[in-house]
């Protein structure tokens, strides 16, 4: 159920006098991939930092399973089984590619979850392998292009095995053809299975995005907010054929 | 079987160790501290080197805790004062041997990590570093409101002896360098190492990623200020005073000018810069007016063409990276003596 599962209630997080989330209420699913879209400086990144705990919030609450999330610190909430991608990639950018991904892999979920692995280098380079940048994985992370980067951010969050898989603008900064191939390779980690000894059950994720028209195709629900607020929810086609969330992107036209 | 063990023994020496020129120059260097007793016996020159062996310890820890986990204080005399004067007092009052007070000394030295610890998981960067200045000046305040029991000024004296003879001395102090430093050494090449490296990246990052930061940080305090007061003590039984010099800001700045000019975020590089400056800064008093200066300058002009630090550029090179596994080889080869890829053709690794 999706009640049961994540469940955000009346969130609200405040930034001096700028109301950033304001009574943001949604719930996602086990199974689901939600979309996340707003126009820029809506609050998306506020709104899963405030889930991961990086930022604290001001009032509101988060089930994750039953349990409350708020006030959390940001690895017991990774280690309860969510994951965050960064819309900025920020590699460890002096270590190799693969210790980026061993960081990981060391938290004490992945370490949990796969006990029978006694080289987490393996698990590291399985990770790499599903992202696709395994050729890279002794170099320096500074020498990843960007698209590379956002599959390291990727690989990085999957080799702790979450269950909510919470991407911050995956198909930033990657050209067409890049871009189809990661909604690609997301979709297939939706569907879950195994990739070498990382074993995934399918995590639901939460895709904050700006290429619509990518983003529409994979996800089967629509989030929207604007100015901090719950916009409209709903699938893919209500999105796009609803008048307040055009006119949240593009503007009212004025008589 | 010995005969089996042995050529163990010589086969893995040869891969491990001659196989990489810097390697065999850091062994030769060792064997030759060493054998330093049975050529000479001049006891100024051999106290020079035990001082160094002392320090050494003490810079190869601030390079665990500031190279490594980029925690940058600028008060790491706190766990080598608080480790001398431990000892000393346990010595002093209690009668207690230096097998006892050594440890004893460098437990005060985890407790003091565990102090600046508390700073560091509050604030962050120049801030930290303040507040990390300040430790070791409280410290000495504290000694000189209490001079009946501290000595004060004068400090304490009289604290028994680590080994009967000179080159008894001499001995324990080099090995117990050795054996500290390899052990900070395999620290450094440990998984928990790789987390320190993470968090001295990017700290947020690490969390995200499911890592108690809070644990590593305390760790890595913990782990750097046992290592520096393992030399605070033996510093205290090997000079036989200790006063409120150990917790001078000049020890605190000067791990910083033999770690940088060593090389950070490798262990062994303040080790060799400890080794080269300290025994530069004595050879120096054959000038008096000048040694400050000459000392300064040959700093600065080292540092200005070789930035990275005197190992790390000697390193450079002597050796050079293999593109393909990333493994070290000696300059002249041309071929990786892991994966045979070719390397003659490809420029030095910076």
Redesign the interface.
């Known amino acids: 159920m999706a009640e049961d599962f994540l469940q955000v209630e009346r969130l609200c997080k405040r930034f001096g006098g700028l109301h950033a989330v304001r009574d943001v209420s949604f719930s996602v699913g086990r199974h689901e991939m939600v979309g996340l879209i707003g126009p820029n400086g809506a609050g998306k990144t506020t709104l899963v930092r405030l889930l991961?705990g990086?930022l604290r919030a001001d009032s509101g609450r988060v089930l994750f399973r039953g349990q409350n999330l708020l006030g959390k610190?940001?690895?017991e909430i990774?280690?309860q089984g969510l994951?965050?991608t960064?819309q900025n990639a920020?590699p460890?950018?002096?270590?190799?590619v693969i210790?980026?991904v061993?960081?990981?892999c060391?938290?004490?979920?992945?370490s949990k979850r796969g006990e029978w692995v006694k080289k987490?280098e393996s698990r590291a380079m399985d990770a790499l392998e599903f992202a696709g940048i395994a050729d890279m994985a002794?170099e320096p992370a500074s020498c990843l292009s960007q698209g590379d980067l956002k599959r390291l951010e990727v690989a990085?969050a999957i080799a702790?095995e979450p269950d909510l898989l919470i991407l911050d603008e995956p198909f930033g900064g990657l050209s067409p053809t890049e871009t189809g191939l990661m909604a690609k390779s997301l979709r297939r980690l939706h569907k879950g299975g195994r990739f070498g000894r990382l074993h995934s059950e399918g995590p639901a994720m939460i895709i904050i995005e700006h290429k619509l028209s990518e983003l529409m195709k994979i996800v089967d629900r629509v989030i929207v907010i604007n100015f901090g607020e719950l916009l409209a929810v709903g699938t893919p086609e209500e999105i796009v054929a609803n008048p307040q969330v055009i006119e949240a992107y593009i503007g009212k036209e004025v008589d | 079987m010995f005969a089996y063990l042995a050529r163990k023994i010589w086969r893995d020496f040869q891969g491990e160790i001659l196989a990489l020129p810097t390697r065999t120059i850091l062994f030769a260097a060792a064997v030759a501290l060493l054998l330093l007793p049975l050529v000479t016996d001049d006891a100024y020159l051999l106290r020079i080197v035990a001082t160094a062996s002392i320090f050494a310890v003490y810079a190869a820890s601030w390079d665990l805790l500031v190279g490594f986990s980029g925690q940058t204080t600028l008060g790491h005399s706190l766990f080598f004062g608080i480790a001398a004067y431990t000892a000393a007092l346990l010595n002093l009052r209690f009668g207690l041997p230096a097998f006892l007070t050594i440890p004893a000394g460098a437990l005060a030295a985890v407790l003091a990590g565990l102090l600046l610890s508390l700073p560091a998981l509050r604030v962050r960067g120049p801030y930290f570093s303040l507040a990390s200045l300040a430790m070791p000046i409280i410290l000495m305040g504290l000694i000189f409101s209490f001079p009946g029991l501290t000595g004060g000024e004068m400090g304490l004296s009289g604290i028994s002896r680590l080994a009967g003879t000179r080159t008894g001395e001499y001995y324990f102090l080099l090995i117990s360098m050795f054996v500290l430093t390899l052990l900070m050494w395999k620290i450094a090449t440990s998984r928990t190492a790789l987390i320190f490296h993470a968090i001295r990246e990017d700290e947020i990052v690490v969390r995200v990623s499911g890592i108690n930061t809070t644990y590593y940080k305390i760790l890595v305090f913990c782990c750097s200020g046992f290592f520096a007061g393992m030399a605070g003590s033996l510093y205290a039984h090997f000079l036989r005073v200790v006063g409120p010099s150990t917790l001078d800001i000049m020890m605190s700045l000067q791990v910083i000018i033999w770690g940088i000019f060593g090389g950070v975020v490798t262990i062994y590089g303040p080790v060799v810069g400890v080794f080269i400056l300290y025994p530069l800064l004595e050879y120096l008093r054959i000038i008096p007016d000048w040694r400050m200066l000459i000392f300064a300058g040959i700093v600065v002009v080292t540092l200005r063409f070789m930035p990275e630090g005197i190992s790390n550029k000697f390193q450079d090179l002597l050796e050079r990276q293999c593109p393909r596994c990333k493994e070290r080889n000696i300059f002249m080869r041309k071929e990786c003596r892991i994966c045979c890829t070719d390397i003659g053709t490809c420029s030095r690794v910076g």
């Open positions: 991961l990086i610190k940001p690895w990774v280690s994951a965050l960064f920020r460890f950018a002096r270590l190799p210790a980026n061993m960081v990981s060391l938290s004490p979920r992945a987490i002794r990085r702790c």
